[in-house]
């Protein structure tokens, strides 16, 4: 299946450090969610962009829609334990088909915080 | 507001059995999608209900299939398993397709093993 292009795939972070983390794609997306999820959960949606150049906040979470429409940025700021988990971003293409949408998931940032 | 049922949460199979799963979505969403997640494949998009009819599938094979009854809850469906088929199973809901806000909802997931 499709999947976005999500960097870096794992990081290690000390307690207090800012993560950023990233979604590209070669299609255009009207579009971007991120989600984190840990483990045995399912996603839990953090933020959700909706125009190109959209800077959006969630309390230490930041994220923005990229100007180009084909990628995405989350950024964490001073990091704590409970951060823990898989982040997912995921793009919805602009041109469904058929009315009908699909959302395209990145591969995943694991993030671990050492104490 | 209740979030995303599924049910059940763990389920184990052998191979060659059928297996049904269910989703009961958030309130007033409409809208009922279905993934896969696996380590090595990521989230996978089987397919998407709304208004009781399949609106988008993605690329598996007909021993996957679904329905979505009148009160939006849906269930998701696997003939003939394989061991290939032990994954997490999740189900998202969104209010409808179409509509703005285009967020999507997960639920805890099924963890299936196939044995």
């Known amino acids: 299946g499709q999947q976005l292009n999500q960097s870096p795939q794992s990081m290690f972070i000390q307690e207090g450090e800012d993560v950023s983390m990233n979604c590209t794609s070669s299609?255009?997306?009207?579009?971007w969610l991120w989600y984190k999820q840990d483990p045995g959960e399912g996603p839990v949606l953090l933020i959700a962009?909706?125009?190109?150049?959209e800077l959006t906040s969630n309390g230490r979470l930041t994220a923005q829609f990229g100007i180009t429409r084909k990628d995405s940025f989350l950024n964490i700021s001073a990091s704590i334990p409970s951060d823990v988990g898989i982040y997912f971003c995921?793009?919805?293409?602009?041109?469904?088909?058929?009315?009908?949408?699909?959302?395209?998931f990145g591969t995943g940032t694991r993030l671990k915080v050492l104490a | 507001k209740a979030g995303v049922t599924q049910t059940p949460r763990y389920l184990i199979k052998t191979r060659g059995q059928q297996v049904t799963l269910s989703c009961s979505p958030i309130s007033g969403h409409r809208s009922v999608s279905w993934y896969q997640q696996t380590p090595g494949q990521g989230l996978q998009f089987l397919f998407e209900?709304?208004?009781?009819?399949?609106?988008n599938k993605g690329n598996f094979p007909g021993r996957f299939s679904g329905r979505q009854f009148s009160n939006s809850r849906s269930e998701m469906n696997v003939s003939t398993l394989e061991l290939g088929d032990s994954a997490l199973y999740l189900c998202?809901?969104?209010?409808?397709?179409?509509?703005?806000?285009?967020?999507?909802?997960f639920g805890p997931g099924t963890r299936l093993t196939v044995t």
């Open positions: 962009l909706y125009k190109a150049g």
């Open positions: 299609s255009i997306f009207n579009t």
């Open positions: 995921a793009g919805q293409p602009i041109q469904p088909t058929s009315g009908t949408y699909k959302y395209i």
């Open positions: 998202a809901s969104r209010p409808r397709v179409g509509s703005v806000p285009y967020e999507q909802y």
């Open positions: 209900y709304f208004s009781e009819t399949q609106r």
